[in-house]
């Protein structure tokens, strides 16, 4: 039997900015399927909504994937996939699979030899890279660092060592209700000449990108608390 295709479907990464999130192939895709495998229901039918969805959303069939559910058989997900239905996979914010458990998923796709199909959209990662001017050639994602104080010390002086010294981009996040001590914590365990990028709320209205030396930083006061935030470090 012919297998479903898994379409990988970028959501918004902030407010209102639907026009500038969704490609019109994007648009004829969500209209051409019923069935979803997504990270939070609520968000997913929203930015459906947004995106113009015309199939009636009580049509829909939607299999949650919450971090409550990631320990359960995949069998129930792959049920349309494997009897020829193609289905959209949903991340919270983003691209599916780029810093999301969506990547599970996926991975469980090609093991089972169904065609996945990644559709252009806002990654939060790559436009900070972009917008920072740092090197876009080799650069590397690390994640959350260490909540404790004394191991992020350490792994924020270990990314500024791994930024010289390979000259690589070091990209970095914090939960939002955290990057204020985050922020602090790069000022006091870098070096004045070391470079630092800060992009937070990407593409929303108030978008704040801009990248200075830790020197120039520490003259500058800024509120990162609850704003999503991509932090970019470089030598």
Known sequence: MKKGVLFLIPVPLAENVSLKSFTPYLIDTINAIDTYIVENEKTARKSLKEAGLKIPQSDLTIHDYGKHKRNDSMVPYFKELMTGK?????SEAGCPGI???????VSEAHKRGIKVVPLVGPSSLLL???ASGFNGQSFTFHGYLPIDKVERGKKIKELEQLAEKNK????FI??????NHLYEDILKNTAAQTLLCVACNITGEDEFIKTMSIGQWRQERIDLHKKPTIFLLYR
Do not use: C, S, Y
Request: cysteine-free; hydrophobic content about 45%; proline content about 8%.
């Open 128 to 130: 900070a890279l972009m």
């Open 168 to 171: 690589q981009t070091q990209l």
């Open 86 to 90: 193609d289905v959209g996979l949903m």
């Open 99 to 105: 810093a999301d458990p969506g990547a599970e998923i």
């Open 174 to 179: 914090e939960t939002p209700f955290r990057n």
